[in-house]
């Protein structure tokens, strides 16, 4: 299975663990990066994700996530096939760097793109109504 994980997922394990939910999504992000160590998943990294979390302002923090980050298996480099992709989801309400992650995920066939982030999945839940619609 081919796994590409947004920034706030290899953050997650070291955010603040006081809440539930952000607890079991640190769990389920560990749990997948060991699987990417044991070679049971590939797990993706892009210049996009490397850019966010360069952009950390906890110095602490953005070292455990880069020895995390370790873990990564292949990089997808970004093309001009990309970028015309990420233009459309920008069209579409999609902010850019989660643009370039869903770009990447769907050009390189990611099997799973994975994100903690509320807002991208929000905002790809209120285009999931509108097409239904």
């Keep these: 299975m081919k ?3 947004d920034a706030c997922c290899w953050s997650r394990p070291f955010d603040d ?3 539930h939910r952000v607890r079991l999504e640190a ?3 560990l749990s997948i990066i060991a699987h990417g160590r044991a070679g049971d998943f590939t797990l993706a990294a892009s210049e996009a994700i490397e850019f966010e ?7 602490d923090k953005l070292n455990k996530v880069r020895s995390l980050y370790s873990a990564v ?3 997808l ?3 001009e096939k990309t970028g015309k992709r990420a233009l459309f989801f920008q069209r579409q309400g999609i ?4 643009s370039l992650h869903l770009a990447l995920a769907e050009e390189y066939r ?11 999945l929000a905002r790809d839940r209120r285009k999931e109504q509108k097409t239904d619609q």
């Design 53 to 59: 979390l360069s952009r950390m302002p906890d110095s």
């Design 17 to 19: 663990q006081a809440q």
């Design 73 to 75: 298996n292949v990089r």
């Design 3 to 5: 796994i590409y994980l």
């Design 77 to 79: 480099p970004y093309t």
């Design 95 to 98: 902010k850019l760097l989660d």
């Design 110 to 120: 990611q099997d799973a793109l994975l994100t903690t982030d509320d807002n991208f």
């Design 27 to 29: 769990e389920a992000v």
